[in-house]
Each structure stands twice: as C-alpha cells, then as structure tokens.
C-alpha cells in the first residue's frame, strides 16, 4: 500500500510557475513509477507526465513538453512537477498516482495509488 499527498497548487497568471510535489508513504518508493494526471471540470481525466524508479525515465504529454519537468527524490520519497509557462487551459486538478510495473505509463488504468489532487488555476 502506498499513500500519496500532494502540494504546492494555487493561483498563477498566465505565463507563471509553480512546483507541485507529491509524498509517498507506505512502501519502497524507488520501486514505483510516479506519475502526474489532471483532471478539468467536465472532462477526462488526462497523462500528464510520468518517471521510472530505477532509471528515471521520464515522459510527457505533448500539451505540456518543454514547459513542464517530472523529477524525484527517492530519499525524500517524493516526487515534482515544476511547470513554467503556464496557460489558461492547465487549469485542472493535478493528481499524483503510483504503479510498479514500468510499461504503459501513460495508461490511467494502470495506476494503482491516486492521491486527492491539488487545484491549478491559471488566469488570463
């Protein structure tokens, strides 16, 4: 079992940054791919960027690729996502997941551990 808080959401201007961070408890957290999902009013629930465990691989939507960078610290059990350049339509809740197996990571249906989310709200 593994749980999952995020932090660090809140309201930016168009064009701003923010970092969220995501903490794991409960289990070895270099084993997991941790994962980043939003989720806006009214429709589905979208990949947003993921990295591996052991090699730190990482992987991005192609909404957000060079604005956005997944990255964690296994001794801290915790993983990020720093977003820069940040436009109206990221507005979503951000949602960290976690899985073991290191394949389909952009797949929700793969993700065994959700967190409660954290809002981004990004005005014009």
């Known amino acids: 079992q593994v749980q999952l808080v995020e932090s660090g959401g809140g309201l930016v201007q168009a064009g701003g940054s923010l970092r969220l961070s995501c903490t794991a408890s409960g289990d070895t957290f270099s084993r997991y791919v941790m994962a980043w999902f939003r989720q806006s009013p009214g429709k589905e629930r979208e990949f947003v960027a993921a990295?591996?465990?052991?090699?730190?691989?990482?992987y991005y939507a192609d909404s957000v690729k060079g604005r956005f960078t997944i990255s964690r610290d296994n001794a801290k059990n915790s993983a990020y996502l720093q977003m820069n350049s940040l436009k109206p339509e990221d507005t979503a809740v951000y949602l960290c997941a976690a899985k073991i197996r290191p394949w389909r990571v952009s797949a929700i249906e793969e993700y065994d551990y959700w967190g409660q989310g954290t809002q981004v709200t990004v005005s014009s």
């Open positions: 990295i591996t465990g052991s090699y730190g691989s990482t």
